[in-house]
């Protein structure tokens, strides 16, 4: 039947009668318009154990009480609520103290017995209080979507209102000044080399992000594995938006009210790093790439004989045949077993790369198996996704499918067996030659909740390292494994550490970095670090002897650089600065029981390893825009030198008391001074009544069994509470407690000063004595009492102004009395 203009009003009357159905010949008439579509007016909810459900009618959105601080809100714009599943959550138990749901005649409240999350029901606007009522984070338009014709599903977005005082922090590795607000960003993992600042995207996808509103923090984790948008205050000042190309509104909202509440509350979410071996902190040497083995040992016997401390050594590609992952050219190394077992003689843990692309080779056994397995990914007409990097013509492994992740874990059996100690991933954004990474359209298992590349993409790094652990793991039997990363999403931390990527030899990337290390720490990425010296480019020796000092204090300390420029070991730059750069190396190993125990604290606690100034003093609006002071743990402020021919440096330190970690002088918080930085020095401080544990200078982790261990001890008149953990480096045990975590306590007055020791675990150390230095004293000790004994030997302080005591490693009380 031909339709025309002049009964086609009477054919739709007529179809209108059928059943309530209006049956129309032309499928045009009555499509909508593909629009921004917004939540409406609540009209009904219900409640299914700690979820209670809202709809306009047709969207619903899900609010879901987490814990007592942490409330996950989801949309669905058509009703229904995609698959439960997440790459992102550790799956540690919540406590839920006690939830309810308040209705009155304008709002729907969601609340637990610390946070609030607010549903106003004429415009489905979201809100979160805290228990006083105050409103600490809320929308400025409904959560809203729009049809993508192209792929199916829907784009998503959230906007939320900005005050005019609002700042945010976190977000990962983006290269930009330290507090985001004023700026956009895009979460899509790419291979950045030599990136820029402001540059972006980067490496990693960490869609997580803290803001600071009227003195309180909360927090905001966008679960979301698809390309991700934020914008916080740039576009319009008074709003953030996030939102996502694909998959669905799900974001978690993670009360404070202080910035470590958020970020612990986040790692509970996510999880924390694992324990690292302590090997793992000492200093790394890399290159691309160090071949033959004879340049290989030239540079481990250059480490021994200049006496510069030393724990691994990397083998970048070249170690390879053909490039081909799990393989050894035998010409550069005929006996890798021999190789390895003679540099861990001599106290060097070896490292090696390994890339996702695999090369297309009939005659090659891994390519054998994963095309005899389908263990490669395909495209969306079943070809197989091929691309071009180092080995050639590649095939690349689908990480995101379960039997893969085991496959490839076993693969490392033959590298675990000639001794290899450590995997770096790299290439895994996934990178690849001119096209840059995978076409959308490839298809991936996404561990039974199939997905595209555009859904994939941000997860194939991470899940690529996690089958690199799980795999050695296994293999390495009770050894913690160690494994790197250059691309992930959030929860990557449960599998490796990571570096901030192909930087550049430059005074700027020195600033980056030390800003990128801050951003991955309150991130919840707190095992990273930088390529020191810069990867491409040529650093002087100022250059690279302040970035020596900077790495002394990133939780990674590994010096790297590419194969066109010059070698940059700490002794290639003349006698003067190859010193100055073992003094610091030395300065890392002996810090390295303070650095251990930060770890534990992580990873038994949750607190973040680099800790910016504003996370110290949130209510400080000063704070938020310091990038270049920190501390590392709790106890040391550092503050590195990034300006070239800079002697000094004016450093701002928060309240209470600190003391100069060289000279002992003794500093007031809450102000700036300016410090002294020759090119042989950097301000360091350390907070008052702090304990520091230390260990005897050795060039390598294990070298000799410490007979006696160090503290250095501060003087404080307020109560100060330290920590310090030990267990047997590099194994298990620890799981079952065989560990020790010694707890001290220290006060005084104008004539006396108290420490007290409490001790708990199974871990029995060989030491039996301390050497206690104490520093800061405002009185001269004329006696020492150690659980009520009288300390007999000299009560003279040294050149230093310390106080030395020897005493037991398991005293309970020393009094020093005026």
Partial sequence: MEVSKDNLSTILDVNDLEDGVQHVNNPIVGLEPIVKKYLGTVKDYRQEGNSF?????????????VSDEIIRVRLAPQGVFLEEFSYALSHNEQKITVFTCVENEYTYSVQTNTVACVINKNNFLISFEDINGHTINQDLSPMHWEENVDFGGFYVYATKKCNDDENFFGLGDKSSDFNLRGNRYLNWNTDAYSFGKGQDPLYRTIPFYMGINDGISYGIFFDNTFKSHFDFACQDNDKVSFWADGGEMQYYYIHGPHMMDVLKRYHT???THQMPAKWTLGFHQCRWSYYPEKKVKDIARNFRERNIPCD?????IDYMDGYRCFTWNRKHFPDPARMIKELASDGF????????????????SVFREGKQNNFFCRRCDDYFMEGHVWPG?????????????????GLF????????????????????????????DVRHNYDGYHGSHRKAHNIYGMQMVRSTYEGLKKLQKNKRPFTITRAGYSGVQRFATVWTGDNVASWEHLKIGIVQCQRLSVSGVSFCGTDIGGFSGEPDGELFTRWIQMGVFSPFMRAHSAGDTAEREPWSFGQEYEDINRKFIELRYRLLPYIYSAFWEHYKHNFPILRPLVMHEQENILTHTIQDIFTFGDKILVAPVSDPGARSKNVYLPSGKWYDYWTHDSYSGGQEHEVSAAIDSMPIFVKAGSVIPESPLM???????VDELIFQIYYSDYEVNSFYYEDHDDTFAFEQNIYLEKKYVVNGDKRSMTINQTIEGLFTPRYETYDLKIIGLPFAPSRVLIDGREFTDNLELDDLKRLRIKSSKSFKRIEILA
């Avoid at 691994?312 to 970048?316: M, P, S, V, W």
């Fill in 312 to 316: 691994a050594i990397y083998l970048d």
């Fill in 269 to 271: 979410l996510t999880g």
């Fill in 393 to 409: 013509r590649c095939q690349f492994p689908d990480f995101t499918n379960p039997k893969v992740r085991v496959w490839w874990g």
């Fill in 699 to 705: 060039q390598y982790v294990g070298e000799y069994e």
């Fill in 349 to 364: 843990k070896t490292v090696v790369i390994i890339d996702p692309g695999i090369r297309v080779d009939e005659n090659y």
């Fill in 53 to 65: 459900f809202f709809s306009d009618g047709n969207a619903q959105v899900e609010v879901r009480v």
């Fill in 413 to 440: 059996k033959e590298l675990v067996d000639v001794g290899v100690a450590g995997v770096w991933n790299d290439m895994n954004e996934p990178a690849v030659f001119g096209s840059g990474t995978f076409p959308v």
